[in-house]
């Protein structure tokens, strides 16, 4: 210690005018935030409120397993995957020629200096394209496709297959370009093709990493597509909807379970695959 | 006698051995499953799922769809629809920014019993904080925004505590990790003298881990305005409200304004947290 024994230690906290001036001028800040959230905890324990919310509560004890529901659960859950898997390879089919297409390495005029004008723009017009693709949330393509195919699986995978195909294609770029090129370039140096230079120099470096996204991209599609659902886009999550516009507690419930344990498996699964690509 | 000469095994073959390029299909080909079993998922769900492409690429789907789009032309731009659209914006930012300040205050309250202190620690509450914190995260937000509207009524108060619910749980978990892996130096020498756990958590570990906990909930925040965004389609507030209003309503210069304000939102935030990450980075 270097301090010396005859100086007392302050009574009080030193700092403690800073912290009562932040502290307070935290809950100054706050205070709009509550006001435009509408933030009004007590209507929670209004008597009208408490009633309704009790007995949808109670309602959720016991779950529902009638067999008749449980296999309607399975039925929805499958469609649910089938969904999300119809659309990943809708997606994987829209990301594979726009990676193809934009990608810098593969560009045979970049080989000796700037890239030509054409290319160039064309490159940066698809770059944009696939922005705009994934920058629209998902939900909000449902919406859109509800509104043009109807209600069903087919708005879903839609919306997927747009969303996660832009999703696809920039990371799909990304991969590409951030690996050695040594062994690309040299196979365009020296006359073969784009597409050969693709599957024989790009390709095989980096396709336990593309591998492992798409993967990863499918598990993530899988829980979407529950949130696409609430649109009206079929699956488990559409059938939530409805117990919970029913105050059916008891499916809700049942539902609940198995969606969380749909997306455990999910993510196991996932998690399995990727560590084998390593 | 010298004894006879055997030949030399050593000598290597001129050529390299040739050999047959590996079997298409083999039984202990992981790739090989793995391929077979993708094509099989994919067939089977293209095969259930009855999807109505002749309803969607038929000429007449293609000209619904072409007067679809045309309606969203020009978007409404009157001021008095704008100043709305302004309020949606400012609801969906208050209801992240709020939302993501009551997770963080939640994970902060469940990160001592969701992490192993020190070696010698039961931690008995580990395991059921967990698994809570695991249900809070696997249930997405628009699924609490949909069950909390039943207690908290249409608006955004619901889509608050969604996103609250579903970040509590995703914060929860990155904050006890943090907490896990902070060095132990600093809460050892506390403990050694008796110092009890709250104290020790908020003299020495807590100053430790606070930069990585800030930039967690910051990613979150960010996460959350997008998230915000469209939380309203079930009700919850925000620009999602006005856009599915609007939508109901087949008022699509209005949704094509809401629409755009949206796209805006998401791209204004993409843009702030890549500056802010290159300056910090620097």
Known sequence: MSRSPSLPAPLRDPAWLGRVFWT??????????????????????????????????????????????????????????????????????????????????????????????????????????????????????????????????????????????????????????????????????????????????????????????????????????????????????????????????????????????????????????????? | MPPPRLPDRSTKAANTPYRLPPPLFSARCKACWFTAALLALVVASFATLNLQWGQFFSLDAARSMGRFLGEFFPPDTSPEFLRKVAVGTWETLAMSALGTLLAAAAGLLLVLPASRLHAGDPARARAPTRLLLNALRSIPELVWAGLLLIAAGLGPFAGTLALAMHTSGVLGRLFAEAVENAPAGPADALRAQGVGEVSVFLYATLPQVLPQLMSYTLYRWENNIRAAAVLGVVGAGGLGQLLSFHMGLFQMGKTSSVLIAMMALVALVDAASYLARRLMSR
Not at chain 1, 58 to 87: K, N
Not at chain 1, 126 to 148: D, G, M, Q, T, Y
Request: with cysteine.
């Open chain 1, 24 to 278: 307070s001028a935290c809950l100054v800040l706050l205070w709009p935030l509550m006001v435009a959230t509408e933030f009004r905890p007590w209507i929670f324990v209004e008597p009208g409120n408490l009633k309704v919310t009790g007995q949808f509560l109670r309602s959720f004890l016991p779950p529902a397993l009638e067999p008749e529901f449980l296999w309607m659960v399975a039925r929805e859950s499958w469609r649910t995957v089938a969904i999300a898997t119809a659309g990943m390879m809708l997606a994987w089919l829209l990301a594979v020629p726009l990676t193809l297409l934009s990608t810098r390495v593969l560009s045979v005029s970049a080989l000796s200096g700037r890239m030509a004008a054409m290319p160039f723009a064309l490159r940066q017009a698809l770059r944009w394209l696939l922005i705009v693709l994934r920058s629209v949330p998902e939900l909000v393509w449902a919406l859109v496709f509800v509104r043009v195919v109807g209600l069903g699986p087919t708005a879903g995978v839609l919306a997927i297959a747009l969303t996660y195909g832009g999703m696809l294609g920039k990371v799909y770029g990304e991969i590409l370009e951030s690996g050695e090129t040594h062994a690309t370039e040299t196979l365009l140096r020296n006359g073969s093709s784009r597409l050969q230079a693709f599957s024989y120099g790009l390709l095989p470096q980096n396709a336990a990493e593309l591998t492992s996204y798409t993967v990863y991209r499918w598990e993530c599609a899988i829980r979407s597509s529950v949130v696409l659902g609430f649109v009206g886009a079929g699956g488990l999550g559409q059938q939530m909807d409805n117990s919970m516009k029913m105050f059916n507690g008891g499916e809700v419930l049942t539902m609940l379970a198995v969606f969380m344990l749909l997306v455990a498996l999910a993510d196991r699964v996932s998690a399995g695959l990727r560590k084998a690509l390593g």
